[in-house]
């Protein structure tokens, strides 16, 4: 018989309690009830997990130049008159298989999405708390920023911040750095409501008893910020995140098919769009539209999960 | 109310003269002006005497006070890419961009109050679900993608429309016209509808929303009590009290609509400021880039601060920081 010491318990019993608290809760009970949202998540888990499992799934390799053939070339899919076995949803112009490159390319779009919006939150939630924890000055110079960035529509400034670092880094070759623009680009645009919605809660939890206690023995501020009341207002962050994350999918498609984001060589789903719209006019309408579908499904799939979310969670951002 | 607007426009100004910074910084250490203006072959000499007489050898404070005495003259350089001042590039390119964003504002007030009162007293109406639901895919898919089924569906199934270009225009003299022809009406269709989409979406479900609330209050059971016709109840009553918001959104929508201009000027090539702003930096034309973010933040600048004074103006309930009470 071993015995274990008490505060041992606790931790083992812990996850079961979560997991039993978890399963008597509104939130699963409502998630069961509301058919849309499980069918949402559904897809969104679905689409997420194919663009992670890309190079198990993919039957091509679209970075692989290798196997390209341009003879390959706008391919129909296969089930129309004039499709190759080979590639289910045909072919782009430079023989790449639609299919696979949809699968690489979401993968992409999701990183790059999923990096920015990390980004954001880091930025965000940092400046946030310094503006609501120290007050002051410090809170006017980071509010004022805040309050004028959020009059510029957030992908006029993803927009414009990549313009400037790319044509800054123009002389020096850029590489991987693409996507080190694109999520600094998109990251930027997207701080302020962070640091808004993190202040708020800040300087609410600033007056705190906890708070005031941990400054009483002596804890610096920044231990105090970062161990003491972040955690307590990372909940409506989180949930801001999720629905941001839709955003973000569509300011890299968007920067992408504009052709300031990607270059066309690099599979994303806006790249994709981009190739596909310069044939459309000439009928090879599977290009743009398979990639499309894919763009379109995964935004409103995120999107329906975070407003549920939302709704469930954070009552107050509603 | 005018200590408020001399603290808006002090505000105003430490925008612009960020925005004039960042784009004198692009201007001058990205991509060396000189070279861009002398050809290869030109000797160390001349492009020394072409520095002097630019002024790239005074002191950079110096520079910046020039820089910024130019932009307030509308003076900002030849563009590398097509040899012209750039503002002249600009004034040929602007009333492209307008009138696509007026008829796209147009469109969206016009429908979208309308389909809101709708949606607002027919809230259980099957018309209404369909139209939520279609908003809501409609406020979820990018303006790209509906941009580009719009061609697919009228321009290349059904060739009811063009899908590029502003078709024939007629010149005015100082602006080129789209809204005198036919052929001008109908390249105009399919932008319009694209760019104005979101903003109609936004519009309904704002009035429809505060519609919900206002039908709630007592004076509109007042109203009906005295007797009132629905009509004079639901338009005179009810959504006048609904219009403070949303012309507030409406007037920041103008900043929105600018911003989307670009992508839709992108998908239907209309040769507007948005697309000359692409094309600028994918040719690295420093000059119209630095003009297009200076343009860009006066305008955001002035339609925000023309907002918040008719806000004030519409409902003077609202307390300003600053005044005394």
Same mark, same amino acid.
Do not use: C
């Given at each position: 018989?071993?015995?274990?010491?008490?505060?041992?318990?606790?931790?083992?019993?812990?996850?079961?309690?979560?997991?039993?608290?978890?399963?008597?809760?509104?939130?699963?009970?409502?998630?069961?009830?509301?058919?849309?949202?499980?069918?949402?998540?559904?897809?969104?888990?679905?689409?997420?997990?194919?663009?992670?499992?890309?190079?198990?799934?993919?039957?091509?390799?679209?970075?692989?130049?290798?196997?390209?053939?341009?003879?390959?070339?706008?391919?129909?899919?296969?089930?129309?008159?004039?499709?190759?076995?080979?590639?289910?949803?045909?072919?782009?112009?430079?023989?790449?298989?639609?299919?696979?490159?949809?699968?690489?390319?979401?993968?992409?779009?999701?990183?790059?999405?999923?990096?920015?919006?990390?980004?954001?939150?880091?930025?965000?939630?940092?400046?946030?708390?310094?503006?609501?924890?120290?007050?002051?000055?410090?809170?006017?110079?980071?509010?004022?920023?805040?309050?004028?960035?959020?009059?510029?529509?957030? #992908?006029?400034? $993803? &927009?414009?911040?990549?313009?400037? @670092?790319?044509?800054?880094?123009? /002389?020096?070759? =850029?590489?991987? +750095?693409?996507?080190?623009?694109?999520?600094?680009?998109?990251?930027?645009?997207?701080?302020?409501?962070?640091?808004?919605?993190?202040?708020?809660?800040?300087?609410?939890?600033?007056?705190?008893?906890?708070?005031?206690?941990?400054?009483?023995?002596?804890?610096?501020?920044?231990?105090?910020?970062?161990?003491?009341?972040?955690?307590?207002?990372?909940?409506?962050?989180?949930?801001?995140?999720? #629905?941001?994350? $839709? &955003?973000?999918?569509?300011?890299? @498609?968007?920067?992408?098919?504009? /052709?300031?984001? =990607?270059?066309? +060589?690099?599979?994303?789903?806006?790249?994709?769009?981009?190739?596909?719209?310069?044939?459309?006019?000439?009928?090879?309408?599977?290009?743009?539209?398979?990639?499309?579908?894919?763009?379109?499904?995964?935004?409103?799939?995120?999107?329906?999960?975070?407003?549920?979310?939302?709704?469930?969670?954070?009552?107050?951002?509603? | 109310?005018?200590?408020?607007?001399?603290?808006?426009?002090?505000?105003?100004?430490?925008?612009?003269?960020?925005?004039?910074?960042?784009?004198?910084?692009?201007?001058?250490?990205?991509?060396?002006?000189?070279?861009?203006?002398?050809?290869?072959?030109?000797?160390?000499?001349?492009?020394?005497?072409?520095?002097?007489?630019?002024?790239?050898?005074?002191?950079?404070?110096?520079?910046?006070?020039?820089?910024?005495?130019?932009?307030?003259?509308?003076?900002?350089?030849?563009?590398?890419?097509?040899?012209?001042?750039?503002?002249?590039?600009?004034?040929?390119?602007?009333?492209?961009?307008?009138?696509?964003?007026?008829?796209?504002?147009?469109?969206?007030?016009?429908?979208?109050?309308?389909?809101?009162?709708?949606?607002?007293?027919?809230?259980?109406?099957?018309?209404?679900?369909?139209?939520?639901?279609?908003?809501?895919?409609?406020?979820?898919?990018?303006?790209?993608?509906?941009?580009?089924?719009?061609?697919?569906?009228?321009?290349?199934?059904?060739?009811?429309?063009?899908?590029?270009?502003?078709?024939?225009?007629?010149?005015?003299?100082?602006?080129?016209?789209?809204?005198?022809?036919?052929?001008?009406?109908?390249?105009?269709?399919?932008?319009?509808?694209?760019?104005?989409?979101?903003?109609?979406?936004?519009?309904?479900?704002?009035?429809?929303?505060?519609?919900?609330?206002?039908?709630?209050?007592?004076?509109?059971?007042?109203?009906?009590?005295?007797?009132?016709?629905?009509?004079?109840?639901?338009?005179?009553?009810?959504?006048?009290?609904?219009?403070?918001?949303?012309?507030?959104?409406?007037?920041?929508?103008?900043?929105?609509?600018?911003?989307?201009?670009?992508?839709?000027?992108?998908?239907?090539?209309?040769?507007?400021?948005?697309?000359?702003?692409?094309?600028?930096?994918?040719?690295?034309?420093?000059?119209?880039?630095?003009?297009?973010?200076?343009?860009?933040?006066?305008?955001?600048?002035?339609?925000?601060?023309?907002?918040?004074?008719?806000?004030?103006?519409?409902?003077?309930?609202?307390?300003?920081?600053?005044?005394?009470?």
């Amino acid at each position: 018989m071993t015995i274990v010491a008490p505060d041992k318990v606790a931790k083992i019993a812990r996850p079961a309690g979560r997991l039993r608290r978890f399963i008597d809760s509104d939130m699963l009970h409502s998630f069961v009830r509301s058919p849309l949202v499980m069918f949402a998540a559904l897809i969104a888990v679905i689409l997420v997990g194919a663009a992670f499992l890309a190079p198990v799934l993919a039957p091509h390799d679209p970075y692989d130049l290798k196997s390209l053939n341009l003879m390959d070339g706008e391919n129909p899919p296969r089930w129309i008159k004039g499709g190759d076995p080979r590639f289910w949803l045909g072919t782009d112009d430079q023989g790449r298989d639609i299919y696979s490159t949809i699968l690489y390319g979401m993968r992409s779009s999701l990183l790059i999405a999923m990096a920015a919006v990390g980004f954001a939150l880091l930025l965000g939630v940092s400046l946030g708390l310094v503006a609501g924890y120290r007050g002051g000055r410090i809170d006017t110079l980071i509010m004022r920023i805040a309050d004028i960035q959020l009059t510029f529509p957030s #992908i006029l400034t $993803a &927009l414009l911040v990549d313009g400037i @670092a790319r044509t800054a880094l123009k /002389g020096s070759q =850029l590489g991987n +750095s693409h996507y080190v623009i694109l999520v600094v680009a998109i990251g930027l645009s997207f701080w302020v409501q962070y640091a808004r919605t993190v202040r708020g809660v800040t300087l609410v939890e600033r007056n705190k008893d906890y708070v005031q206690a941990a400054r009483l023995i002596g804890l610096s501020s920044r231990k105090i910020m970062f161990n003491h009341v972040l955690p307590n207002v990372l909940s409506p962050v989180l949930v801001l995140a999720t #629905i941001n994350l $839709a &955003l973000a999918i569509i300011t890299e @498609a968007t920067l992408s098919f504009l /052709g300031v984001g =990607l270059p066309s +060589s690099e599979p994303s789903l806006g790249t994709m769009i981009q190739i596909g719209n310069r044939f459309l006019l000439s009928g090879s309408w599977w290009m743009v539209a398979f990639p499309g579908v894919t763009l379109a499904a995964l935004v409103l799939a995120v999107n329906l999960v975070g407003d549920w979310l939302r709704d469930k969670l954070d009552p107050r951002l509603r | 109310m005018l200590a408020y607007s001399i603290r808006r426009i002090f505000e105003a100004l430490i925008v612009m003269i960020t925005v004039a910074a960042l784009a004198f910084v692009l201007f001058r250490f990205v991509g060396d002006p000189v070279n861009q203006l002398v050809g290869q072959d030109a000797t160390l000499a001349e492009r020394n005497l072409i520095r002097q007489q630019l002024g790239l050898d005074d002191p950079m404070p110096v520079q910046f006070g020039r820089f910024l005495w130019k932009a307030a003259h509308f003076d900002f350089g030849m563009s590398y890419q097509v040899k012209q001042p750039v503002t002249a590039v600009f004034a040929s390119r602007f009333p492209a961009t307008f009138e696509l964003a007026l008829t796209a504002a147009l469109f969206a007030t016009l429908i979208g109050i309308p389909m809101g009162v709708y949606t607002g007293i027919h809230r259980d109406s099957w018309v209404s679900k369909v139209f939520l639901t279609i908003s809501l895919i409609g406020i979820s898919l990018p303006t790209f993608l509906i941009g580009i089924l719009l061609i697919w569906v009228f321009s290349t199934l059904l060739g009811w429309l063009p899908s590029f270009g502003r078709g024939e225009v007629v010149d005015l003299g100082i602006w080129k016209t789209g809204f005198l022809t036919r052929d001008g009406w109908a390249h105009l269709v399919l932008p319009a509808i694209t760019l104005g989409l979101f903003q109609l979406t936004l519009i309904t479900r704002l009035v429809r929303s505060q519609m919900l609330e206002v039908l709630r209050a007592d004076y509109i059971k007042f109203a009906r009590a005295r007797g009132l016709s629905d009509r004079a109840i639901n338009f005179g009553h009810a959504l006048k009290n609904t219009l403070i918001p949303v012309i507030t959104v409406i007037g920041l929508q103008v900043g929105a609509i600018i911003a989307f201009a670009l992508i839709t000027e992108f998908v239907f090539q209309w040769p507007g400021m948005g697309l000359l702003f692409l094309q600028s930096v994918q040719n690295a034309d420093i000059p119209v880039m630095s003009a297009y973010l200076f343009l860009v933040a006066f305008l955001f600048v002035a339609i925000n601060f023309i907002v918040d004074l008719l806000y004030v103006w519409v409902d003077p309930r609202i307390r300003i920081l600053g005044t005394s009470t």
